[in-house]
């Protein structure tokens, strides 16, 4: 990849923000804005589980109860999956 000598100025308000911030899952903003350029998102692609479950939540903050309902088994077939802690 070449110099990155150009900068893109965005705003965002909180709840955009906030939801960036979920989505990028580890990476910084950049990296992740920049991921969705070169790999954009394929509408015939199922969202990955850390996709779906970040969707998930943030409908669930939105008060949508079976979004609420989804995370929660969602979050405990991830905690099955793991087996018992100890």
Same mark, same amino acid.
């Given at each position: 990849?070449?110099?990155? +000598?150009?900068?893109?100025?965005? #705003?965002?308000?909180?709840?955009? !923000? $906030? @939801?960036?911030?979920?989505?990028?899952?580890? &990476?910084?903003?950049?990296?992740?804005?920049?991921?969705?350029?070169?790999?954009?998102?394929?509408? +015939?692609?199922?969202?990955?589980? #850390?996709?779906?479950?970040?969707? !998930? $939540? @943030?409908?669930?903050?939105?008060?949508?109860? &079976?979004?609420?309902?989804?995370?929660?088994?969602?979050?405990?077939?991830?905690?099955?999956?793991?087996?018992?802690?100890?």
């Amino acid at each position: 990849m070449g110099r990155r +000598d150009n900068k893109v100025m965005v #705003s965002l308000n909180g709840d955009e !923000l $906030a @939801r960036l911030d979920e989505m990028r899952v580890g &990476a910084s903003r950049a990296v992740y804005l920049r991921t969705l350029l070169e790999e954009p998102l394929p509408l +015939d692609r199922m969202p990955t589980h #850390s996709e779906a479950v970040a969707i !998930l $939540a @943030r409908m669930a903050r939105d008060g949508k109860v &079976a979004a609420a309902v989804a995370l929660e088994r969602a979050l405990r077939d991830d905690a099955s999956a793991e087996g018992p802690r100890g």
